[in-house]
């Protein structure tokens, strides 16, 4: 993993959100209480604290009208972008605009993860955003993800738990992926492969891992069951489903273009130039804001104090 810096000073006020299903909490940097990891997984929980599959804070430092972030996964671990995480803050600076705040006018440019991304509001209606981002350029192949090469045989395959081949495109879109081509993705596959390729020990720093299966080369959609690193199943990712829609378009199985990424929370529009630039869109809907308790906000300062 990258070596981050120390865990920010968050504010202990929340916005929540998902993206067909894949929740994330808002916070901004501020001095309520450290986003250490173990603060991280209990304000994640979904009996004992807010519940989310992660937490985005938004950094004091808006130096040349960038947007900051760092994000965190359940586990407590920071990691280097999410396409939902990125869409659900996108629309909160859209409830930033509407109650009147300075943030200027859209596209939003924001830093996550040492890389650049823009974010597009195409409006809303009641509780539901239209929030697409422009993900960057995608990488392929196993350097882009930090996979030993050695793992990958001359067609692309890699063995599996039970020693089956397993068609695996290596998709960089700012975190590593590996997505698995099959016939037709199942739960049962995914629960047996998606952790053994997740913390596969030729990974440098694990990946997120899709089962997906993209048609035959004239299709416009893909589908997707996912097993995010530091998550586990996912009814839904956006970056997930940028990788899905890359490796269909590098492996043949698609042409460049807009491709429908379909998964059990629902679909998300991702369109890949011949480049391999990568747009995501899709709906983010608003669930709640909210404050930490005083009690919770002292709890998170004295297991920070903890060793973790």
């Not at 603060?39 to 807010?50: I, L, N, P, T």
């Not at 950094?59 to 280097?80: H, T, Y």
Request: charged share 20%.
């Amino acid at each position: 993993m990258p070596d981050w810096p120390p865990p920010p000073r968050v504010s202990s006020t929340f916005y929540k959100a998902h993206g067909l299903g894949n929740d994330y909490l808002v916070f901004e940097e501020g001095d309520a209480w450290v986003a250490s990891a173990a603060a991280v997984r209990s304000v994640c929980d979904r009996y004992s604290g807010v519940g989310a599959d992660g937490v985005v804070v938004l950094l004091a430092d808006r130096a040349e009208g960038v947007f900051r972030l760092r994000m965190f996964n359940p586990d407590g671990s920071e990691f280097e972008r999410s396409g939902n995480g990125l869409r659900i803050f996108g629309s909160y600076l859209a409830r930033l605009a509407r109650a009147g705040a300075r943030i200027g006018n859209p596209p939003y440019t924001v830093q996550v993860g040492g890389n650049q991304v823009t974010l597009h509001l195409h409006g809303r209606s009641e509780a539901v955003h239209d929030v697409s981002a422009d993900m960057g350029r995608a990488r392929v192949g196993a350097d882009a993800v930090g996979l030993d090469p050695a793992a990958l045989d001359p067609d692309g395959f890699m063995s599996g738990p039970n020693g089956e081949r397993l068609r695996v495109v290596p998709v960089s879109v700012g975190n590593p992926h590996l997505v698995v081509l099959v016939d037709a993705p199942t739960d049962e596959a995914l629960v047996r492969i998606g952790p053994f390729l997740a913390t596969h020990p030729a990974l440098a720093a694990g990946a997120n891992v899709q089962l997906a299966s993209a048609g035959d080369g004239v299709s416009r959609e893909c589908r997707a069951l996912i097993w995010e690193r530091g998550v586990g199943r996912t009814s839904a990712s956006g970056t997930s489903s940028c990788a899905v829609a890359v490796a269909a378009v590098t492996s043949g199985l698609a042409v460049p273009g807009a491709l429908t990424v379909r998964m059990p929370g629902g679909d998300l529009v991702v369109d890949v130039s011949a480049d391999l630039d990568v747009v995501l869109r899709g709906p983010v809907e608003e669930i709640c804001t909210g404050s930490l308790t005083d009690g919770w906000v002292e709890h998170a300062r004295s297991t920070a104090r903890a060793p973790d």
